[in-house]
């Protein structure tokens, strides 16, 4: 599955930014979809996923009560809305579809989970 991440750009703290994520070239629907960010220097880390079916969502402890993840299968995308944001959630944004064996879960998501990324959208978040 191709990924494509929109949405990105540079808010002052306290704004909002809702990212987007399309696929194509497979049925969206046979994978979970998550996200992930990664800054310099820096592992890229999980912050959200989306069951196949859409009817679990995880957040880590670092964004839960700021972003909400979503996804829409007839439209084939994903989106993670961010709000109240800070500058130490500056970083590069990725959408990523799990392994056919993985579904997201309250284990959360991390990279060995995925097969396949999104080429990433930049968030800045300055005064």
């Known amino acids: 599955v191709y990924l494509e991440e929109t949405g990105g750009g540079s808010v002052r703290p306290g704004g909002s930014l809702r990212l987007s994520c399309t696929g194509s070239?497979?049925?969206?629907?046979?994978?979970?979809i998550g996200w992930f960010r990664q800054t310099p220097g820096k592992e890229r880390e999980g912050v959200a996923c989306?069951?196949?079916?859409?009817?679990?969502?995880w957040l880590s402890n670092s964004v839960k009560g700021r972003f909400t993840v979503s996804r829409d299968h007839r439209e084939e995308t994903s989106s993670l809305q961010i709000d109240n944001l800070k500058p130490e959630d500056t970083a590069i944004y990725y959408c990523?579809?799990?392994?056919?064996?993985?579904?997201?879960?309250?284990?959360?998501?991390?990279?060995?989970?995925?097969?396949?990324w999104g080429q990433g959208t930049q968030v800045t978040v300055s005064s």
């Open positions: 990523a579809a799990g392994r056919m064996s993985y579904d997201c879960s309250d284990k959360g998501i991390d990279r060995i989970d995925i097969v396949s």
């Open positions: 070239g497979a049925n969206f629907r046979y994978f979970a």
């Open positions: 989306v069951s196949k079916g859409g009817g679990f969502r």
